[in-house]
Structure formats: C-alpha cells, structure tokens
C-alpha cells in the first residue's frame, strides 16, 4: 500500500527539502502507517518531485524591492537551519523556548512543541522514526498525565530525561540511554537557545523578508503549470513526472493489497485533481489527503482543464461530482493558512476538516508536516469509516 | 565486605584474581530513591546487573565448592581471590556460597578500594591472572565509563562518581605482568551532554604512567556492545544478554587444543569470537535491538581456562519447505560414530554435540523422498546453524 506524497510550490531540491521529506517519511511510517493496518517497514513512500520544472526567474528575482531577499541563510550548518525553523515555530506559534515552564502550564502542547523542535533537527530518516516513536509514547503519557507529580520537581536539566522515563515502555532493559535521548535533549536546547531577548522580533522579521520572495515562488510555480501542463495526450513535464510517480506507485500493489493513498500538499492538491480529472481519470486513487491546498479555489476560478463555466448549473448550490477515481477525499486546512481552503462548498462527498498548525499567517502553509500530531490526526481520520 | 573468596594455599603460584562488580541500584537517576540528579542522563534503576553479577560469580566459584561442576578451571592459575560489590536494594546471595556476609555497596569509593586491594594482589605474582567483570550503565565521549552506585550525587560534579574504563585499562596494562580479562557489560552510547560539558571527564580507577612501558602478557577486553551502541537485558531482573554469551561461551561452547595437549584451552581470542557469536546466535529472531559485542584481544595467548571436555558446539538445524520436516530425519552422524537425530518432528532440530566433522543431513525413514546431506561439516564452537532444503 504506497503513500504518494505530492509537494506544493516553492520546493526546490535542497538540505531543507531533503530533511523534510527525511522527517515526514519517518512519521508517516511510525504514526500513519499503522492506521493503514501496514508495519512501518513495509509501507512505501513515493515523492515525486517537479520543482525541477518549476519558475526559474531570468534576472534572479533582481525586482524584488530588495534583492537580497531573495536569499535568507542563518548559516551553513545544518543545526543553524534547524534553529531557524524553531525561532519561527517558536515566534509564530507564540510559544517561549522555555519549554520546562510551559509544561506546567501545558504538559500536552509543551511535549508536542519539544517533539517538532526534535523533528526540525533529524537528519535522517532514521533519526526521525525513533522520535515518532518516542512522540507517540510521550504524547500519550501526556494526555492521560496533565500534572504529573515529577513536572513540580522537575528542572530544566532533567525535564526530558524525567518524560523519556515516565512515558517509556521498553520491552527491555538498556545499561544506557539510547539516542533518542540526545535529540530531545538537543531539541530542548534548540528551543531555549532559539529565542534569545529580541528573538521574536527577529524571527518575524527574518519571515517577513522571506515573504516577498516567497509569494514571487509560489505564483511562479502556479503560472508555469497553468501554461505548461499541456493536453491528455500531451502532457507537460510537471504532469508528467507526477504520472509517473502515481503510476510506479500503482505498480507496487501487492495482490489483494492495491491501496493507493496519496498526500498532495497545497498546489499539489491542484495538480492530483487535474490529473484524476483529465489527465489520467483512471488512474483509481483510494484516499486522497490535500493538505492547505487550493483546490476548491481553482475549481471556483474554472482554472482546471476539466472545468467548465455551466457546471454546476446553479452555483452556490449545486456541487461538482467527486472524481471517480478518487474513493475517499479528506481536505485539511488551517484557517490561520491563508493558502489553504475548503473543498466540500465545491465537490460533493469531500471531508474537509480543520487542523491548528499553531503558526500564524503565512507560516502556517508550511506548518502542517512540521507538527508530530498531524500524523496522529491523519492517522485517526484514516482509523475512521469514509463520510463520518 | 568485598573479598569473599580467597584461596590462602595458592598464594605463592599463578593465580586468578576475579574483581566483579554489578551495579542496580542508582539512588539518583531516574526511579531512585534519593534526589534526582540534575543531569541523569536518561538512565534509571536496573534490575539485571546483580542477576548477572550472581550468575558470574557462582560460575567462578561452584567447581571450588562442588568439585566437577560446570564453572571455573585452570589447573595453571587456579582461583585465587574474588572481590565483589554489588548495589541492589533485594538481598544478594550466591548458590555457590551460600554463607556470605553482605556484600559492600558499588560506591565510587568502594570500587577505589576493592580496585586497589584487587590489583595490589594482581601484582604479586608474574604469572597471576586478573578478571575484571561490570554490569552497570555506562557512556562513551572520546572514553568508556562506567557508573558508580553514587553517581548523579553531586550536581556541581554531575559525573564524579563513574569512571573511566578505557584509561583504566591502558593504567593496569603498565602496572601488572601477568594477564587481565575484562568483560563490561554496560551501554557504550554517546553522552552528548558530557561531551559538551568542560572538566566532566571521570578519572580512571588508576593513573597510566606513559612513562612506563606495556609489561602485561595479554589484555583481552570483551564490551557487551559497540561504541556509541546500547547492551540490553531482559525485563524482570534476568541474567542480561552479554552475560548469558559468556557464561555459555565459558561453560564449554570455546576452546582449542595445542597440538599433543590433553587439555582445552580458552585464551581471549577464543573467548570473544566465542561470545560474539553467542550473541548473534541469541539475536537471529530480533528485528530490533541488535548488540554486538566488541573486543580487543592483545599480547600473546594466555588461556584463561583449561577443560578436560571437548567442547561443545549448539546445533540448530532446519528443514525447508517447512511441511517436510515431519516426514524427515533430521541427524548428525560423528566422524567418531556417534549419531544425534530427530524424527519426524515439526520443529527445528537444536542439541548440543561435540565438536568435530559430521555429516550433516535429512532423510525420509521411509526412504520414498530424496535425502539431503552434507558430508563433512566442520562444527566448530559455539553454533552451528543450517537450514537444509528438501
């Protein structure tokens, strides 16, 4: 049963790409995969990518007010990556890095803001599966413990070790701690060192910079598909290289096992509906997942190559059919992601339904995978009968 | 006290000198009794460690009680002393000796003590023998260390009460002429927080003199794991996974014999190929948690043990596709002429036997299906697994 996972615009293949996608294919394995009756290893992850055929800009975006921000680096190491992302996890989401304080005021939200500081770190992913693992145990010992006697206690040198311990339930004894220990902990110290005084000035500054340039991306990817997609019977190279991804996908069904479940993220989700819609309307999808996509926009802007101005004939009533090919549609959105939208107005037999990424504005788009209860909450939608 | 076996007649002849510590209770990491350290590291309280300390020492000292039984022997170096500390809040009591006053706790201080009074008796003979045996949590930086009992007592000096191994070792190799054996059972991960803290390297047990030249015979070092890798033991206060390797690889499943000699004999390289494979053997069914033993073996051959038994190899022998193995019978048939046989039974085949070449096979007792055989096999110790096909 493969997971095809479609990217949205302004991806490009680079450390940051390859990292989330290390990170995202860990939790999909350890937290979604179980929900699809599959173990971890057994579940295969397609991601095509076609953010090589994306918007390349001739003068290198030499238009932007200020051309330098067009480039934003915190540095060249990966942990000063890692940092920047969690200054603005931190900033956006109105959390401090003082995660051992916030845990007295919110065990649940603290352990899952220590798990995404994690999750912006890992490296492999390896690295990322042991701390989905770690986050499943973690966010369910928090749940069920909101006060823990120890969190009174606790300081910030054992806060982590105190949680490891508490939410543990190893089959074995270990004359040591494993590795995961160290992540956390690192992640503990990212957080803390990520939000220095000014830090939060910084942090919106530093994705207000980032804006610009990053809208100049989105739009360009969007307009480069709009005018290249090409026809059924020629399709363009974006087009293309997702076919092919879907159909390899498809091709790796075991018998009696034919599963096709697909994540499209934000443009993604435009793209997989035109596909399901003209491209290759076969093509059988059995749960398709848009998340923060822009779908049921197209389809009101009749942007699709499948749409049509008299359907449906008495809008805002009617609804469009879902695609045929398309068994089950969840839509997850963010009302704090200005980028995402629902989908249910629009299509018949859509389950649109909201999730709090915990960023805000414009950072929210790209929140969703970066959150460890995501997974858990795609993988209980999953876990759900179609329609409830 | 700590010194519970010594054996005044053979103080004026090689001996062996076991030093065997195993440490369970941690007052301050996390589930211990006392306050928790600041910086625990992630470790807690351990079940298996004075299991395992247990079951080492009543291997070294049941044939000094029981003459004949399994445990050890070397007619060259016989036991001569064994100290040993243990840190466990359930009474520690031994088959072998069943008379023992309580043991001293697994302190920092008291592994000092017990160390110096070990190796002072170590030094008192060229040809002595030492065996070294911890069971406890440890970490690595750029060296091994192991934890004390008090470890995480002080928050000022959070690694004061461990120490380290690796210079240990280098310390010792200086200071004796004879041969030494270390077993350490503990985790050799990666303590990212020790590493990043300044001045928080414990000490070793002994200072090395560089000055000094290496003057051991032998130095064998057998880790229960890798560097920057975890060692395990079961739930429940089990004898954890390395200490059951080598108690097995001790009790029969190594050895060699010099060309002419009567005796087996059990030096370091034997011993660690011995518990490596055991190891491997335990873990072929594991998915997950894989361990590894590693081990530096130096210096010329000093058998540790010497057997008077040939030593045995554990046979695990299969037949596929799995609904021929009721039909078939499964045996091993000795260059010697003894045989070993299973018939016509849905299971692996698993028996011990002894070393040597067999023809290894499966025939049908009825003689209708075609029989499979391999016609010189060299069962080495300590495992020998096949899986034949029908």
Avoid at chain 2, 180 to 204: M, N, Q, Y
């Amino acid at each position: 049963m493969p997971i095809v996972f479609m990217h949205g615009v302004n991806n490009r293949d680079d450390e940051a790409y390859r990292e989330n996608e290390a990170a995202r294919n860990g939790f999909l394995r350890e937290i979604v995969a179980p929900a699809l009756s599959l173990t971890p290893d057994a579940l295969c992850i397609v991601s095509p990518y076609w953010g090589k055929y994306g918007v390349e800009f001739a003068w290198g975006l030499a238009v932007l007010p200020d051309p330098e921000d067009a480039v934003e680096r915190f540095g060249a190491d990966p942990e000063s990556v890692a940092r920047a992302r969690v200054a603005g996890l931190l900033a956006e989401s109105g959390t401090s890095g003082e995660l051992l304080t916030n845990a007295r005021q919110d065990f649940a939200r603290s352990v899952e803001v220590l798990y995404a500081t994690a999750m912006a770190g890992a490296q492999s992913e390896a690295e990322a599966r042991d701390l989905a693992k770690s986050y499943v145990r973690s966010a369910q010992y928090a749940a069920q413990n909101p006060k823990p006697p120890w969190l009174a206690t606790a300081t910030a040198g054992n806060f982590v070790d105190q949680l490891n311990y508490a939410a543990d339930a190893s089959g074995e004894e270990s004359f040591g701690a494993g590795g995961i220990l160290n992540a956390l902990k690192e992640a503990l110290s990212r957080a803390a060192n990520a939000l220095p005084a000014d830090a939060s000035e910084l942090a919106v500054r530093l994705w207000r910079k980032r804006l610009n340039a990053t809208v100049a991306r989105f739009a360009g990817d969007a307009f480069v598909y709009l005018k290249e997609r090409g026809t059924q019977d020629t399709p363009g190279p974006i087009v293309k290289e997702v076919l092919e991804g879907l159909r390899a996908a498809r091709a790796m069904h075991e018998a009696g096992d034919d599963q096709l479940i697909v994540i499209a993220h934000s443009f993604g989700g435009e793209i997989i509906y035109d596909i399901a819609t003209t491209f290759d309307p076969d093509l059988s999808i059995d749960c398709l997942i848009t998340v923060g996509s822009q779908v049921g926009l197209f389809e009101e802007m009749k942007l699709y190559v499948a749409s049509r101005k008299d359907l449906p004939p008495e809008p805002p009533k009617g609804h469009l059919p879902r695609p045929a090919s398309v068994k089950r549609w969840l839509n997850v959105f963010d009302t704090n992601d200005v980028l995402s939208y629902r989908v249910a107005p629009v299509v018949r037999e859509v389950d649109d339904f909201y999730y709090d990424t915990g960023f805000s504005t414009f950072s929210a788009h790209g929140g969703y995978f970066m959150r460890p209860s995501f997974y858990t909450r795609v993988a209980a939608r999953l876990r759900e009968p179609s329609g409830t | 006290m700590t010194l519970i076996y010594q054996n005044a007649a053979a103080a004026a002849q090689p001996g062996t000198h076991v030093l065997a510590i195993g440490v369970g209770r941690y007052p301050h990491l996390l589930g211990g009794a006392g306050e928790t350290a600041d910086r625990p590291l992630g470790l807690r309280q351990l079940e298996s460690p004075p299991v395992s300390l247990k079951a080492v020492l009543d291997w070294f000292l049941r044939p000094s009680v029981v003459a004949g039984a399994v445990g050890f022997r070397n007619p060259s170096a016989p036991l001569a002393s064994v100290e040993a500390l243990v840190s466990n809040d359930n009474p520690f009591a031994l088959e072998a000796l069943p008379e023992i006053p309580a043991i001293d706790a697994a302190t920092r201080n008291n592994i000092q003590e017990a160390f110096e009074a070990w190796l002072a008796r170590l030094k008192s003979h060229p040809d002595h023998i030492g065996v070294f045996y911890f069971c406890g949590h440890g970490f690595m930086v750029a060296n091994h260390s192991l934890l004390a009992e008090d470890f995480g007592h002080s928050n000022a000096q959070p690694w004061a009460h461990a120490f380290d191994m690796t210079n240990t070792i280098r310390a010792l190799e200086r200071e004796v002429s004879g041969s030494v054996f270390f077993f350490i059972d503990s985790c050799r991960g990666i303590a990212r927080e020790v590493a990043l803290t300044l001045g928080a390297d414990p000490h070793a047990l002994l200072v090395a003199d560089l000055n000094k030249g290496v003057s051991r015979k032998s130095a064998t070092a057998i880790y229960a794991t890798g560097e920057g890798e975890l060692a395990f033991a079961p739930k429940g206060g089990e004898v954890s996974r390395f200490t059951s390797a080598l108690v097995c690889a001790l009790s029969g499943y190594c050895g060699v014999r010099k060309p002419g000699a009567a005796a087996w004999t059990v030096d370091g390289e034997g011993l660690a190929m011995a518990v490596r494979l055991l190891l491997e053997f335990e873990a072929r069914a594991r998915a997950s948690h894989r361990q590894v033993s590693d081990q530096t073996v130096q210096g010329s051959p000093v058998p540790l043990l010497q057997l008077a038994a040939t030593p045995k190899v554990k046979v695990w022998l299969d037949l596929l596709p799995p609904e021929r193995r009721a039909l078939y019978e499964l045996y091993l048939k000795s260059f010697t002429g003894a045989r070993f046989a299973q018939s016509l039974l849905n299971q692996v085949f698993e028996v011990d036997v002894p070393r040597g070449f067999y023809e290894v096979g499966a025939q049908d007792p009825q003689g209708t299906l075609p029989a499979v055989a391999h016609l010189q096999e060299d069962l080495f110790p300590p495992v020998y697994v096949l899986t034949l096909e029908a």
